[in-house]
């Protein structure tokens, strides 16, 4: 990663403190380099003796609320929400407090619940939350409540987004609050046994059957799931499919289908938290420093992402430094036929896997440029990132 890189420049926007900003971006920088969120291996990569800069990250998460740092993150003009859970495994702690038993009934780990807005091929994480089948038991609570603690925390911020779930929110409980409360939704119809369909009836009380053919496109408006919930259902089976989509959503129908298919974002996101930081190695004992350490990682993502986006754009893509702000607060007009390779790479792993250097000079203007363009999706006014 190029030493020239000054993240401070972004840490300023999240934290208030310049003293904190400053210790922030050192931190994030030795995340990103050692490609970890474990506090020693971060250690390790700061200048000085691994020993006292362990003690200066502890310091650090005393000090501040990362998750509402992270929360600065969250796109005001963005067109919809994504919401996704994520298995964690951890295999050699199954004692902490934590951590519990995952889909399988046999390994061990906890889920982390996050919501995200779309940025290009990927999503930026704003707000997460963790649970397991451990807390949930401790705290006499269900993964559904679990469920509406995460939307209740962002509720005032959704507005008119809609936001885009997959098959494991498909439940009455969820649905109907999320209805109360006018919140739009976009979520996968969880069929299960292709037998045993879910309760459809029409807006004249007769039961409907699923029917689909491969390549059809299905509509069915005024749709009252399980009977309580009323929905537009739209059917698409595409052909080189083993199975067909059925989606439910308050919005037309046609524009569910679009932007349950932008879902994928999140997983993007998930893979490269995973693949490329290596978040499930995080091994806190207390769930409060684990959700610290989780939103710090998750916000060293988002710089990182932001700043090799940038890089991405100049080596791939032809984009000079002056013309990168447009690209990342727009749609990108990167010609793909002219440049094949800018398609081949995710802006993270560009700036973490790949030995591309730019001239300083080039890398001031470039950093200068992504600073700005940061500070427009921290406080808003900006078109919405697809």
Known sequence: MDKCIKFGEYMRYLLDEEKLAEQG???????????????SHIAEKMMGKSASCYKAIQRFLNKVDLKQALLRCYQEEAEYVIGDPTEMVRYRAPKTSYVGKLSDGEASGYWLMVLATAFRG???PFSFITYSSRTIGDQVT???????RCFEAVKSLLGERPLV???????????????????????????????????????EGEPIKLFIRPGETVIRRQVYYLGTVQVNLIGYWRKSLSKPLWIMTTLEPERGLELYFQRMKIEQTFR??????????LMNKKQHYLEQMIALTLIAF??????????????????????????????????IHAQPKWLLYSGLFVLLKQKLRLSADEMDALVATTASAFAYLIYGNVRSFV
């Open 142 to 148: 269900s993964r559904n409540q679990e469920h509406f």
């Open 122 to 124: 990927r999503a930026i």
């Open 302 to 335: 988002t710089i990182g992402l932001w700043m090799g986006e940038a890089i991405r754009d100049v080596v791939y893509g032809g984009v000079s430094s002056d013309q990168v702000q447009g690209g990342l607060l727009g749609k990108s007009t990167i010609d």
């Open 272 to 281: 490269d938290c995973k693949d490329l930081l290596h978040l499930p190695k």
């Open 165 to 203: 779930l997959d098959r494991e929110f498909s439940y009455a409980e969820l649905m109907e609050t999320l209805y109360i409360e006018h919140i739009q939704f976009v979520i996968r119809l969880n069929l299960g046994d292709q037998h045993r369909q879910p309760r459809l009836i029409d807006a």
């Open 25 to 39: 971006s050192k931190i994030v920088r030795a995340l990103l380099e050692a490609q970890s969120p474990r506090l």
